[in-house]
């Protein structure tokens, strides 16, 4: 049986909920564990290794989490920075040295994919790089670390990106074929959403609280919402955490002083995710900055439709599947109308979009698309079929 590391950026220490990327990346590792020996290896705040269901899961100690906190143009940065490259680079080496890996996958391209790269320009070892749009869209625009990610990009057995957007400019980036792989959770509970037929209807929030996530967006959208359209809304309840939380708090604060039914709350874990998106009429996604959030793959499942900013791939999918509302722009002013439209609305209308979108989140379908471009046994890169989707 292939022995497959999968090295990242984005695991879960544990069950806080903080990281939905890393909660997708754990279902992921499990679906892959039933196929191939899997090791992941990820920073932690301690160097550690153990057994998680199929994998074994092999920490390495870095300065500093989360790791997307870390600003490559904050000199601050700097040391937490350099002591994660070179703690990703060791633990990876003393891997493959003392177990040997067959394939190397790397979320994300950074760090994970240079230290893939590092190792495959050292032993022969093949490698495959799942981008995330962070690479793309911001590292990708710092001229000597475009230069690297380019390289990391080309020299891979495989690119996969988890948007359609985000797959043309890692194609355009980097002069090869990328394949679409969507990323999802899989959630035990998906699929028993009762939706009420007529308002009150019940909004959720789940996600960071952080400008690329529109979260300040929506508490204005709120802010915006009239005395007849609050008798729409029986409740609506916002989870996470994040560097905006002290305007979260303070824009609910008002909200709830204003006898509005607004409830704030921290991160949740994947069941209690399910939880919350299941009691929801709607989930709402005011995002600046997308590809294909998790938290929409986690609606999808749940059948929830989702009122959602105009972000990434978001328009396409909402466009061709009929999974929710969207918003004409991304600004308060547009969620606010787009809210509106959602209470005017029956959830129901949404359902037949729903189910045939659920096909595109299947986890074993994923894995399947993983195993069928990666070809482990292979050397030469793989001319991915960029139009073909799960």
């Known amino acids: 049986m292939a022995h497959i590391a999968i090295i990242t950026t984005s695991f879960p220490v544990d069950d806080s909920g903080a990281e939905s990327a890393g909660s997708f990346v754990a279902d992921f590792a499990q679906e892959l564990g039933a196929r191939a020996r899997v090791t992941v290896l990820a920073p932690g705040p301690e160097n550690s ?143 028993k959403n009762e939706m009420r037929e007529q308002p009150p209807y019940r909004l959720a929030f789940l996600g960071r609280w952080h400008p690329n996530k529109g979260v300040d967006l929506l508490m204005e959208a709120l802010a915006r919402l009239a005395d007849d359209e609050w008798r729409g809304i029986a409740e609506i309840r916002i989870h996470g955490g994040g560097p905006l939380a002290e305007l979260v708090v303070a824009s609910a604060g008002r909200l709830k002083k204003a006898g509005r039914p607004v409830v704030t709350g921290g991160y949740l874990d994947k069941n209690q995710a399910a939880e919350l998106i299941l009691w929801a009429d709607y989930l709402l996604i005011p995002s600046r900055i997308e590809s294909i959030p998790v938290i929409y793959s986690d609606a999808v499942q749940c059948g929830t439709p989702v009122i959602a900013m105009p972000a990434g791939d978001l328009p396409v999918l909402l466009g061709k599947y009929n999974t929710g509302i ?26 037949s979009g729903m189910h045939q979108a659920r096909q595109i989140f299947d986890m074993v379908k994923i894995v399947d698309r993983f195993l069928e471009y990666a070809r482990i046994e292979d050397t030469a890169p793989v001319p991915c079929d960029s139009e073909r989707v799960v």
Request: charge should be positive; include cysteine.
């Open 49 to 191: 290794e153990g057994r998680r269901g199929r994998c074994a899961v092999r920490f390495f100690r870095v300065p500093r989490l989360p790791l997307s906190l870390l600003n490559p143009l904050n000199p601050a940065d700097w040391p937490a920075i350099s002591g994660t490259l070179l703690g990703g680079m060791k633990a990876l080496d003393e891997l493959h040295l003392n177990q040997p890996c067959d394939h190397l996958f790397a979320l994300w391209a950074l760090p994970s994919g240079f230290w893939a790269r590092r190792v495959m320009k050292q032993s022969g070892v093949s490698y495959s790089v799942w981008a995330l749009g962070s690479d793309i869209w911001s590292l990708g625009r710092l001229p000597y670390i475009r230069t690297v990610l380019k390289k990391v990009l080309k020299d891979s057995r495989c690119c996969f990106a988890d948007g359609y957007r985000l797959r043309e400019e890692v194609e355009i980036l980097s002069g090869r074929g990328c394949c679409f792989l969507p990323s999802a959770r899989r959630l035990d509970k998906a699929g």
């Open 326 to 351: 969207l918003a004409a722009e991304t600004s308060s002013r547009a969620f606010h109308r787009a809210i509106g439209d959602a209470l005017k609305s029956s959830p129901s209308e949404f359902n």
